[in-house]
């Protein structure tokens, strides 16, 4: 089983910055899981795609409404995956959730069978 805990989120005013963490443990193998992934729930919403990335960073993806202001990174020694917000607006708050993927990588939420708990994003204008 594996365990994904995500941290750092908070209220913060709009136009500022947040960098949310996200860490696996238990059977966790990052060279297995291939992909990791950030996804949000803003309230009364569907689950959405925020960013992804590969193991070896060979390949990123961001959703339209983020690109440019959000940047996904990972330490495959950590076991960490971690997404830098900037300019952040009222809309993007939300329940931020980390996720990780040994099937496939990218915005779409079927491939993550490994889900963290989440982390409240709480924006104001």
């Known amino acids: 089983q594996v365990q994904l805990v995500e941290s750092g989120g908070g209220p913060v005013q709009a136009g500022g910055s947040l960098r949310l963490s996200c860490s696996a443990s238990?059977?966790?193998?990052?060279?297995?899981?291939?992909?990791m992934g950030w996804f949000r729930q803003p309230p009364g919403m569907p689950r959405e795609a925020v960013a992804a990335?590969?193991?070896?960073?060979?390949?990123?993806y961001y959703a339209d409404s983020v690109k440019g202001r959000f940047t996904i990174s990972r330490d495959t020694a950590k076991n960490a995956v971690y997404l830098q917000m900037d300019s952040l607006k009222s809309e993007d708050t939300a329940i931020y959730y980390c996720?990780?993927?040994?099937?496939?990588?990218?915005?779409?939420?079927?491939?993550?069978?490994?889900w963290g708990q989440g982390t409240q994003v709480t924006v104001s204008s």
């Open positions: 238990g059977n966790y193998n990052s060279g297995l899981y291939d992909c």
């Open positions: 990335i590969w193991r070896l960073n060979t390949g990123i």
């Open positions: 996720s990780a993927s040994a099937l496939g990588c990218g915005l779409n939420s079927a491939v993550y069978p490994f």
